[in-house]
């Protein structure tokens, strides 16, 4: 059997063309040459988004897979994680002083901390209860009654052995939180 290819005109070989489930007689209207020339063509003109678009579906496969695998290996990593730690323990350490120093990482030191803080913390408060409370209070600023992101504040302060039950929390927009904190 032959085909004539629709772009350069030849007369080609069934088997020049590749398969084609939409096309009637199974194949493409054009010949696997010029298929292959039309694809190189455009994503030599389409170079960044291609290589954008391949980036993009590689990291969602890729993020799914890796959340699967970390659900069901648990243990399995924090032992590897635990070994490979006490192996390469001087490397580690001083690749992290260093990072540390960065502003990325005091801010990712930052955030450790508070974790820490939060797990040492006197009492505690589900999400629930902090939606009804910020709820109560109409989504508003304690302080400035105004319509604004609201942060957790803790009326008696943790570092004052104030305590993380909601009945020491008020909602509060960052900018008085901050004016509270510094004062
Ligand atoms: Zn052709
Ligand atoms: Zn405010």
């Not at 930052?110 to 999400?127: A, C, D, E, F, P």
């Not at 570092?159 to 927009?173: D, R, V």
């Amino acid at each position: 059997m032959k085909k004539i290819c629709s772009k350069c005109h030849k007369n080609k070989s069934n088997t020049e063309f590749s398969f084609s489930k939409i096309h009637k007689d199974n194949l493409y209207s054009y010949c696997r040459d010029c298929g292959n020339k039309m694809t190189y063509d455009y994503r030599k003109k389409n170079r960044k988004k291609y290589l954008s678009d391949i980036k993009k579906r590689y990291k969602k496969y890729y993020y799914k897979y890796y959340q699967k695998y970390s659900l069901e290996h648990k243990e399995q990593i924090k032992k590897r994680m635990q070994l490979y730690y006490l192996k390469h323990k001087k490397r580690i350490n001083l690749r992290s002083s260093i990072y540390n120093k960065t502003a990325k990482g005091k801010h990712i030191q930052r955030i450790k901390s508070y974790k820490q803080r939060v797990k040492r913390l006197n009492g505690s408060h589900t999400l629930n209860e902090w939606n009804t409370l910020k709820k109560k209070f109409n989504y508003k600023c304690a302080i400035c009654k105004k319509h604004k992101k609201l942060t957790r504040d803790h009326i008696i302060p943790l570092s004052k052995n104030g305590s993380n039950y909601i009945k020491n929390i008020q909602p509060l927009c960052q900018s008085c939180n901050s004016r509270k904190y510094n004062n």
